[in-house]
């Protein structure tokens, strides 16, 4: 009956401390756990990193559920079962950014369908306890959804967290507005992310946080540079570096710094780009370092270096981001490789590949609910009337079917490898 308060896989660990087992009583964990799974009422589905799973029929844990609440316990298993999970977002949101990233995007992947479970339980409950409970998660949570591509649903739970924003701290509020303004900016929602965004700044400057502030002022840059108002943009990544500099945050430096390179590769400045660029990479390599950052800045540096015909260089730089990318499961950042690997190979007039690079980045827009930004949308618009031009629009759509009907994987791959191929003939 306590099992069943899980939804998925769970760990030993949780059954313990969800199901109120000492230290004292692990010999007698183990016997009746040993029992559930001799009788085939509980099954052992995988070891993942040295830890042992385990999930419940369906059929048995709807069964079992139903008895447990008529036994008056559930609602006391439903609480430690919030507590648990709640306290384990806590520590892997603090390790979502740095070495461990994609340690713990895995843990939270893993875990996600008991959180959902307590996001659906603590917001569907009448005790504020339980009401603060689901704020704090979402107040926690909105990196996750941004990075696993959760687009819609993470707003969701952001929009109830803000209707029942009374039962919200104010560094709560202020990081719920922060994650609706950075989804509704990848839904293509400008006029929302604007609100939502400068909603967060002001909340962020009432409780003086400088790193708050210079956080927000970076994600106005990001908003504006996606508009293509580079000059407003400028602005907002230089006001941002200075407070960051000031802060000694090496990762929100390095990622400012990228941004300013940004704008200089767009204005056509890059000599100024590359200089900027590389001072990122130099801080992240230097101590903290986070793949993600390392990963964002190759990338960049990989466009200057197809830009400037050097394609060898540029799909090595291209191919180290893209598999840290892959190691997160960063579905924008993947989306954001797709278009670069899809520039090298217009170059390189491939355009039966571009076709289906193009399909496949259709079916993932669509899929994650991320929008193309107003410069990739031009960038888009380009590659199809380059493609069609070169194997004309009847076969550009066949092949632009069959890229929107393979998995992306094995197709980043093949691109990858083709590519390569090309540049060494």
């Known amino acids: 009956m306590r099992l069943s308060v899980f939804t998925?896989?769970?760990?030993?660990?949780?059954?313990?401390?969800?199901c109120g087992i000492s230290d004292q009583q692990g010999l007698l964990l183990v016997d009746r756990f040993a029992a559930l799974l001799d009788k085939h009422l509980v099954q052992h589905v995988a070891d993942l990193e040295d830890e042992p799973r385990f999930t419940m029929l369906e059929t048995l844990r709807a069964y079992a559920l139903e008895q447990l609440t008529l036994s008056g316990d559930a609602e006391t298993l439903r609480r430690r079962h919030a507590t648990y999970y709640l306290e384990f977002v806590e520590r892997a949101e603090k390790d979502l950014v740095g070495p461990r990233a994609s340690i713990a995007m895995k843990q939270l992947s893993r875990e996600y369908e008991n959180i959902r479970a307590v996001l659906h339980w603590a917001f569907s409950g009448t005790n504020a306890d339980q009401t603060a409970l689901a704020i704090q998660l979402c107040s926690l949570l909105w990196r996750f959804w941004w990075i696993r591509g959760y687009i819609y649903e993470g707003q969701r739970w952001l929009d109830l967290a803000i209707a029942n924003?009374?039962?919200?701290?104010?560094?709560?509020?202020?990081?719920?507005?922060?994650?609706?303004g950075i989804l509704a900016r990848v839904r293509g929602d400008f006029a929302q992310a604007i609100k939502a965004l400068t909603t967060s700044l002001h909340l962020w400057r009432e409780q003086q946080d400088l790193s708050g502030v210079a956080r927000l002022l970076n994600s106005l840059g990001v908003l504006f540079f996606s508009q293509g108002n580079y000059e407003q943009a400028y602005a907002y990544f230089?006001?941002?570096?200075?407070?960051?500099?000031?802060?000694?945050?090496?990762?929100?430096?390095?990622?400012?710094l990228n941004n300013l390179g940004n704008v200089a590769y767009k204005q056509g400045d890059f000599e100024q780009a590359v200089q900027r660029y590389e001072s990122g990479l130099k801080l992240m390599q230097q101590g903290n370092i986070d793949?993600?950052?390392?990963?964002?800045?190759?990338?960049?540096?990989?466009?200057?270096?197809?830009?400037?015909?050097?394609?060898?260089?540029?799909?090595?730089?291209?191919?180290?981001?893209?598999?840290?990318?892959?190691?997160?499961?960063?579905?924008?950042?993947?989306?954001?490789?797709?278009?670069?690997?899809?520039?090298?190979?217009?170059?390189?007039?491939?355009?039966?590949?571009?076709?289906?690079?193009?399909?496949?980045?259709?079916?993932?827009?669509?899929q994650s609910g991320i929008a193309r930004s107003p410069n990739l949308t031009a960038a888009y618009k380009r590659h199809i009337a380059t493609a069609c031009a070169l194997i004309g629009e009847p076969s550009f759509e066949q092949g632009r079917a069959r890229g929107r009907a393979t998995a992306i994987e094995p197709l980043l791959t093949t691109a990858m490898d083709t590519l390569i191929s090309e540049t060494m003939q």
């Open 238 to 256: 230089e006001e941002s570096l200075g407070l960051f500099q000031t802060l000694k945050d090496d990762y929100f430096t390095a990622r400012t």
């Open 8 to 18: 998925g896989s769970w760990s030993i660990q949780a059954i313990a401390a969800v």
């Open 165 to 180: 924003q009374a039962y919200a701290s104010a560094s709560q509020l202020a990081s719920i507005w922060y994650g609706s």
């Open 291 to 366: 793949y993600s950052t390392i990963a964002l800045i190759k990338v960049n540096l990989a466009d200057v270096a197809r830009v400037r015909k050097h394609y060898t260089q540029a799909l090595q730089l291209l191919h180290e981001g893209l598999n840290i990318y892959r190691e997160l499961d960063d579905v924008e950042s993947i989306l954001f490789c797709l278009t670069n690997i899809i520039e090298i190979a217009i170059d390189l007039q491939q355009a039966e590949l571009v076709a289906q690079l193009l399909g496949a980045a259709d079916a993932l827009y669509e």
